[in-house]
């Protein structure tokens, strides 16, 4: 069985500009999160999806961040503009209905410079 | 809200000692508690789960249990080898069973010499 796919694994941007990250879940995997994982800490959720429809992105910061998850299944998170602050590795990760297993993808490392 | 404290790291054993790393909780519910392993370069992965108090996760030789009366979920093992090195993170999930969110402790770097 497929894992979870996240791309690209490394990004390096100058503050201000845009990013995008994609993240392909495990096949029939119902749920799917971004989670943010600043150096030396441990990874906080930004949003989660149940199909395509949002059930939690209170912690997003929706003034530069933003993600949609079309048709239920592969997913992207989008960065506009970057802040220094952002520097980190973006993780997706999804589970499958009635489950409370998270499956991992390697993750996205982003810098901004 | 709910939150995880981890023991901070980073934790340096020589192989084959007995590694214990401390992990406390605080949720408003039943929550289901977690260890995720993070080796070099690689993401995430479910070393051990418990769901309930009194319940024993294990893998791969380490144990937790889930101590609802002291809320906390340490992980051990007997006696660990260079192949563990890794960072290990205690997590907990806000929705028991419903595939809510992981909250985490900030992780606890394990670096074990030969």
């Known amino acids: 069985e497929a894992g979870v796919a996240q791309s690209p694994r490394y990004k390096i941007i100058e503050k201000r500009q845009s990013v995008a990250f994609w993240c392909n879940p495990i096949?029939?995997?119902?749920?799917l999160y971004w989670y943010q994982q600043i150096l030396g800490q441990g990874p906080k959720l930004l949003i989660q999806?149940?199909?395509?429809?949002?059930?939690?992105d209170s912690q997003l910061p929706k003034d530069r961040f933003s993600a949609e998850r079309l048709k239920g299944v592969d997913s992207t998170l989008k960065i506009q503009p970057a802040k220094l602050e952002d520097s980190a590795v973006y993780l997706c990760a999804s589970t499958p209905s009635g489950g409370n297993i998270q499956y991992f993808g390697a993750g996205t490392r982003l810098s901004v410079l | 809200g709910d939150s995880v404290t981890q023991m901070e790291g980073p934790v340096t054993l020589s192989e084959e000692a007995f590694l214990t790393i401390n992990c406390t909780y605080t949720a408003t519910g039943y929550p289901s508690l977690f260890w995720y392993v993070q080796y070099p370069g690689e993401g995430l992965q479910l070393l051990l789960k418990?769901?309930?108090?009194?319940d024993k996760g294990s893998n791969k030789g380490f144990e937790a249990t889930y101590r609802k009366e002291t809320t906390s979920f340490h992980l051990e093992k007997g006696s660990v080898q260079v192949s563990d090195s890794a960072v290990y993170f205690c997590a907990l999930s806000d929705r028991d069973n419903q595939g809510g969110k992981l909250i985490f402790g900030q992780g606890t770097e394990l670096s074990v010499k030969p």
């Open positions: 999806f149940q199909n395509n429809g949002v059930v939690d």
């Open positions: 418990a769901t309930k108090a009194d």
């Open positions: 096949s029939g995997h119902a749920t």
